[in-house]
């Protein structure tokens, strides 16, 4: 990968990398992928001299990018080992959470319900040269089930329930990782083996919604 980021940012990354390893961030690929990611061209120019806070912030049309604590948090709960699998993403976003993946999976699918954002965040990740990630319009709640099964399945939004679709697209020994609820939300990991799906609680958090269908 031969991302364009300036010495500026680099150091920001840096930082902000170090607060995630205060925080109890501890894979150091996941460490070296939040230092090395230009976050600011993923915000509104108006925020960018935020975007290196360990926060989250709007990026239009009623979505958010999620706070770097959290996108290192369930990055690290799904990444086994750098190499060639493939993960899912629902919820493209503004293509941060799918910048980080990129550089720690083989193959990154990426599903967008609003045409905008997924347009928006194509562009940017081809400007820092990130070209093993595949994007798809359409409803979150369906998975793209002609390209799993997948390594991993990363959701950044909440959903009211676990949607059965998405694990039926994990492969044996593959981990689903989603916020689940409504005004009470919890990530949870969930982990496949063969037909029986382990459950297990990480923390409560706070996401938009997963709406199903789509939106131009």
């Given at each position: 990968?031969?991302?364009?980021?300036?010495g500026k940012?680099q150091?920001?990354?840096?930082?902000l990398a170090q607060?995630?390893?205060?925080?109890?961030?501890?894979?150091n690929?996941v460490?070296?992928?939040?230092a090395?990611s230009?976050r600011?061209?993923?915000?509104?120019?108006?925020l960018?001299h935020?975007a290196?806070d360990n926060?989250a912030l709007?990026?239009?049309?009623?979505?958010?990018?999620?706070?770097p604590?959290?996108v290192?948090?369930?990055?690290?709960l799904i990444?086994?080992?750098q190499?060639n699998?493939n993960?899912?993403?629902?919820?493209t976003?503004?293509?941060y959470q799918t910048?980080i993946?990129a550089?720690?999976f083989g193959?990154?699918?990426?599903?967008?319900?609003i045409k905008?954002l997924?347009?928006?965040?194509?562009?940017r990740l081809?400007k820092?040269?990130?070209h093993?990630v595949s994007?798809?319009?359409?409803d979150?709640?369906?998975?793209?089930?002609?390209?799993?099964?997948y390594?991993?399945i990363?959701?950044?939004?909440a959903?009211?329930?676990?949607?059965?679709?998405?694990?039926?697209q994990l492969?044996?020994g593959?981990?689903?990782?989603i916020?689940v609820g409504?005004q009470?939300?919890?990530?949870?990991l969930?982990?496949?083996?063969?037909?029986?799906f382990i459950?297990q609680?990480?923390?409560a958090?706070?996401?938009?919604?997963?709406?199903p269908g789509?939106?131009?």
């Amino acid at each position: 990968m031969t991302q364009r980021i300036s010495g500026k940012s680099q150091r920001s990354g840096e930082i902000l990398a170090q607060q995630l390893y205060n925080s109890g961030i501890r894979n150091n690929a996941v460490l070296h992928a939040i230092a090395n990611s230009p976050r600011h061209i993923f915000v509104p120019e108006i925020l960018a001299h935020k975007a290196y806070d360990n926060t989250a912030l709007p990026i239009g049309q009623g979505q958010t990018i999620s706070q770097p604590y959290i996108v290192a948090k369930m990055t690290e709960l799904i990444l086994e080992q750098q190499g060639n699998e493939n993960v899912l993403e629902i919820g493209t976003g503004s293509g941060y959470q799918t910048s980080i993946l990129a550089q720690l999976f083989g193959k990154v699918y990426s599903v967008e319900r609003i045409k905008t954002l997924q347009w928006q965040a194509k562009r940017r990740l081809q400007k820092i040269d990130l070209h093993n990630v595949s994007m798809k319009h359409g409803d979150g709640w369906k998975g793209w089930a002609s390209k799993g099964p997948y390594k991993a399945i990363i959701v950044t939004a909440a959903a009211s329930e676990i949607p059965t679709e998405l694990l039926n697209q994990l492969s044996d020994g593959g981990k689903l990782i989603i916020p689940v609820g409504e005004q009470a939300q919890v990530l949870k990991l969930i982990t496949r083996q063969g037909d029986n799906f382990i459950k297990q609680r990480i923390e409560a958090v706070k996401f938009v919604p997963l709406v199903p269908g789509d939106l131009l």
